[in-house]
């Protein structure tokens, strides 16, 4: 980024701080549900609560894994504000993510996170958001943790009535999901390449696991831990016969957490991105009997997602694959019935046509496919993402995330059609 716009940006942050906050857009659009009797569990293809009763989770994703190791907007906003906002639209949980980094150094200070993330960019213009963070949310100090602030982040969701799922998005603290940025599959499984397995070290993985499954034994608000973010084998990996390495390794994972902490729902993704459970029915189940009442299996969708084309532009077709691919463990009475999370799906929120809400109409044709399955399933879901913008990604500061569904100065709604467009998928449709 050039001087003249790390300075704008600058003082785009300090007018953020000095100028009041866009209190109006806090009208709830969708009252939030007081907090269900915990720990959860799973039956069928249902979440219950402790007393048996559905729990239907309507998420919204929060970054925690990019490079700072914190999570996303502190720069823009004070925890409290992102926090109320978030429980004001009707979310009952926060899909948090985080990398394996932040998990196996967990005493890094947040001064020090972004001095040396500042250091290894050559960008001065991080470095100085520290005080900006610090002067919003005065209860960082030089002496709080990157997992003070998720702590911080996880109890005051949850003193709102919002739970948290963690996500372990990453091992390389970083931005994700490419073939190669060396977070993509095990590095102890069949077929090694560094393109895609050079950061992920499969006994950090597990151990990062334990560390964050015990950690959110003192944070009740974690009521579920999503295992790996879109795994995706590349090359030869994978390539061994019939899902070997995804059965082995999900398997000892699910195991680490739920012997950690018996109460967190233990969520797992296929294969391909998080798109690809088939193997559950064409080859073998998984063994879940390690987290027997624990399990949810997670899938994404995007209108970009390779998975699930639509060449033809025929949402007949497009439903057609999600049952295919990912849709069918909502089957009940079956070896693999759970319940399924689409823990990530989202669109370029500006940019587009009136006609559509302000979308294009490439992702105005996905997302009507999408929320009409959806609404049809009545299953659980995680928009991507809160973010109105990042402290750092892929070397820009303060960089904008078009997909966020918050605005630039994390302040309100983006675009504000957006949540209407959701429709029954706020709703509890269905019941055991």
């Given at each position: 980024?050039?001087?003249?716009?790390?300075?704008?940006?600058?003082?785009?942050?300090?007018?953020s701080i000095l100028l009041p906050s866009v209190t109006a857009q806090f009208k709830p659009i969708n009252p939030p549900a007081p907090l269900p009797p915990l720990p959860l569990h799973s039956s069928s293809r249902w979440i219950l609560d402790n007393a048996g009763q559905r729990v239907?989770?309507?998420?919204?994703?929060?970054?925690?894994?990019?490079?700072?190791?914190?999570?996303?907007?502190?720069?823009?906003?004070?925890?409290?504000?992102?926090?109320?906002?978030i429980a004001a639209q009707g979310f009952n949980c926060v899909r948090l993510t985080y990398s394996t980094d932040l998990a196996l150094h967990p005493s890094t200070p947040v001064s020090t996170s972004f001095e040396t993330v500042a250091r290894e960019w050559s960008r001065p213009a991080l470095a100085a958001l520290y005080p900006t963070i610090t002067a919003l949310n005065p209860w960082i100090t030089n002496a709080t943790t990157v997992l003070d602030v998720f702590a911080q982040t996880v109890d005051r969701l949850f003193a709102k009535g919002v739970m948290t799922i963690l996500d372990n998005h990453v091992s390389k603290a970083s931005w994700c999901c490419n073939l190669?940025?060396?977070?993509?599959?095990?590095?102890?499984?069949?077929?090694?390449?560094?393109?895609?397995?050079?950061?992920?070290?499969?006994?950090?993985?597990?151990s990062g696991l334990q560390q964050m499954a015990a950690w959110s034994q003192s944070h009740k608000g974690v009521v579920g831990m999503s295992l790996r973010n879109e795994l995706r084998a590349f090359l030869l990996q994978d390539l061994n016969g019939k899902r070997q390495d995804w059965y082995k390794f999900i398997k000892q994972g699910g195991d680490l957490v739920h012997a950690t902490n018996p109460d967190v729902l233990v969520i797992v993704g296929g294969a391909q991105s998080t798109t690809d459970l088939i193997h559950l029915r064409t080859h073998i189940p998984l063994d879940t009997s390690g987290w027997q009442g624990k399990n949810v299996w997670e899938m994404h969708a995007y209108s970009f997602t390779v998975t699930f084309p639509d060449p033809f532009k025929n949402?007949?077709?497009?439903?057609?694959?999600?049952?295919?691919?990912s849709g069918f463990v909502l089957e009940q009475g079956q070896s693999w019935t759970g319940p399924l999370i689409l823990s990530e799906f989202g669109a370029g929120m500006q940019g587009g046509e009136e006609q559509y809400d302000g979308l294009n109409e490439k992702d105005n044709r996905?997302?009507?496919?999408?929320?009409?399955?959806?609404?049809?399933?009545?299953?659980?879901?995680?928009?991507?993402?809160?973010q109105g913008s990042y402290y750092i990604r892929d070397g820009q500061v303060d960089l904008?995330?078009?997909?966020?569904?918050?605005?630039?100065?994390?302040?309100g709604w983006r675009n504000h059609k957006f949540p209407e467009r959701l429709g029954d998928m706020w709703k509890m449709k269905q019941k055991p």
């Open positions: 980024m050039a001087p003249f716009n790390n300075l704008l940006g600058l003082l785009s942050i300090f007018l239907k989770l309507r998420c919204v994703n929060w970054a925690g894994h990019m490079e700072t190791n914190i999570p996303e907007g502190l720069h823009r906003q004070s925890i409290d504000y992102i926090v109320d906002w190669t940025d060396g977070n993509g599959w095990w590095d102890e499984a069949f077929g090694y390449n560094q393109f895609n397995s050079r950061f992920f070290n499969t006994q950090d993985w597990l949402c007949d077709a497009v439903k057609a694959a999600y049952g295919l691919w996905y997302l009507n496919c999408l929320i009409s399955y959806m609404q049809n399933n009545d299953a659980e879901w995680a928009v991507w993402a809160v904008d995330e078009g997909w966020g569904m918050m605005n630039h100065e994390w302040q």
